[in-house]
C-alpha cells in the first residue's frame, strides 16, 4: 500500500473523528452550506485541519517504513525519501511559529538556558522529538551510538560542532593515557533557517555533534532507534581537545591536514545537557500499519 493511499484513509479516519463530534450540529446544516465547506474538485476532499497533517503523517509513515530496528541502517533511497520529506517541512506543520512565547524569552548574562524538548512520537524502532534552544542554549557535544539521526533546523541559526571518530588512532598506545580518541571534524559552521536536513549514520556522517544557538531555534530530530539503555544505546559526552596537544602524535597527522582532527575525551554528565520536558501540542499522528 503506497503512502498516498494511507494518506487518504487518514483524512477519512479524521473526517469520521469530525462526524462523531459534530453530529448535532451537521444535522442543522443547510445542504449549500455542506457544499461551501467540502469542495468535490479535491479529490481527498481535505479541510486546511487536514492538510496541515499530512506533513508529519507522511514523515511518520515513511519512518515505519524506513527503520528496521537496532543494528539496521537505513537504504541510500530510503534516506532520500525521509530527506525529501523533511526538507519540505516547515514549522507550520508541527504547529510551530517565531511568535511562540519560548521565543521570546530573554537571556540572563552568565547563565546558559536551559534547553526544552518535545516528544512527537516514539516507538522502539524510531522517534519524532523538537529541541527548542533559546538564545546562548547548548546541546552539548554527544554521541549517537548505532543510530541514524535526522536533523532538520525549523526555526532560527544554530551554530553545528561534529566530528567522526577514528576507526584506527594512537589513542589506545602506551604514551597516552588518558585514552583520549582521535576524530575528524565533519561540520564546524552556522546554519540558518530553512536549510536542508542533516544526516548521521552509526560510524559517519558527525555522529558526535554539538548545538549552540545564535537566536532562539527549534530543531526536529528523527532518531532510529532512539537512545536506549537497556539496549547499550545510552547517550555520551565528550570534551574536543587541539590536535597539536601532544606532540607525540604529530608525526602520524601533520601540517594542513591536522587542522581537521582534534581528540576527544569522554566526560561526565555535563549540566548544560539537562533539559525540560514539555508537552507537544501540535498535529497528532494517526498510528497505522506499515502493511
Known sequence: MTIEVRLAEVSKTIRKRKCSRKS???????????????SPSSPLSITEEERSLFPLQKLYMSCVDVFKGAGTVPSPSDVQKLCRILDGMRAEDLGLSRNLQFFKTKSNPGITPKVACTTIYQSEKFSLCIFFLPVNAVIPLHNHPEMTVFNKLLIGKVHIKAYDL????????????SKLKLASLKADGIFTAPCNTSVLYPTSGGNIHAFTAITPCAILDVMGPPYSKKDGRDCSYYRDIPFDAFPYEQAVISGEESERYCWL?????????EMEGIEY???QIIEMSSS
Open 24 to 38: 448535532s450540529s451537521s444535522n442543522g446544516a443547510s445542504t449549500s452550506s455542506r457544499k461551501r465547506r467540502r
Open 265 to 273: 575525551e569522554e566526560i561526565e554528565v555535563p549540566k548544560e545537557s
Open 281 to 283: 501540542m501540535g498535529p
Open 166 to 177: 577514528l576507526n584506527s588512532n594512537k589513542s589506545d598506545d602506551s604514551n597516552n593515557p
